[in-house]
T-cell receptor, first 108, second 115 residues
Framework: RKEVEQDPGPFNVPEGATVAFNCTYSNSASQSFFWYRQDCRKEPKLLMSVYSSGNEDGRFTAQLNRASQYISLLIRDSKLSDSATYLC?????????FGKGTSLLVTP | GAVVSQHPSWVICKSGTSVKIECRSLDFQATTMFWYRQFPKQSLMLMATSNEGSKATYEQGVEKDKFLINHASLTLSTLTVTSAHPEDSSFYICSPSTFEDNEQFFGPGTRLTVL
């Protein structure tokens, strides 16, 4: 079983739509959680950290459910520039474990 | 955020040659360097971890004699792919860390193509 699992997509949505990504992780001892964004042929960049209390950054909302070992990312009012691959990332206390990513394409 | 450079950004080489990739943290001292690789449509996979001045620790399935890592200073680490073969073609990304910040930074990556 992979340590971090994501639906690879692709998710094709129109501009302005709301889209949600989910992720599950297997290591219950994991300590910190993140969503990264990766554009084609580029390095990943931190989008936001994820906390059990839920956190919001503009149009982006992330949520962590430790009991279910489940992480989510909600993007509201999608922009064309949101098109990218979104990586669910878990830190079990050593180095980061990456999901394969969920591909998002926002269309006009 | 931190500034991390990698050189070269891309390289094409013949099978059997060795390729050295440099990773520099330009504005902070990295006590630890993580090296990842990413095959097309796959996740980033940790290859090895090195601490400045000591030998690298390799993940299972990564040959330490093939992927030589040197972390001689707090701002420079190198990964050498020895006797590269087409199956080594991948996107190699370094990630220097101080463990003081919550965010982990990444180099811009090196795209290696072995013919």
């Amino acid at each position: 079983r992979k340590e971090v699992e994501q639906d690879p997509g692709p998710f094709n949505v129109p501009e302005g739509a709301t889209v949600a990504f989910n992720c599950t992780y297997s290591n219950s001892a994991s300590q910190s959680f993140f969503w990264y964004r990766q554009d084609c042929r580029k390095e990943p960049k931190l989008l936001m950290s994820v906390y059990s209390s839920g956190n919001e950054d503009g149009r982006f909302t992330a949520q962590l459910n430790r009991a279910s070992q489940y992480i989510s990312l909600l993007i509201r009012d999608s922009k064309l520039s949101d098109s990218a691959t979104y990586l669910c990332v878990v830190n079990p206390g050593y180095a980061l474990n990456f999901g394969k990513g969920t591909s998002l394409l926002v269309t006009p | 955020g931190a500034v991390v450079s990698q050189h070269p950004s891309w390289v094409i080489c013949k099978s059997g040659t060795s390729v050295k990739i440099e990773c520099r943290s330009l504005d902070f001292q990295a006590t630890t360097m993580f090296w990842y690789r990413q095959f097309p449509k796959q996740s980033l996979m940790l290859m090895a971890t090195s601490n400045e001045g000591s030998k690298a620790t390799y993940e299972q399935g990564v040959e330490k004699d093939k992927f030589l890592i040197n972390h001689a200073s707090l701002t420079l680490s190198t990964l050498t792919v020895t006797s590269a073969h087409p199956e080594d073609s991948s996107f190699y990304i370094c990630s220097p860390s101080t463990f003081e910040d919550n965010e982990q930074f990444f180099g811009p990556g090196t795209r290696l193509t072995v013919l």
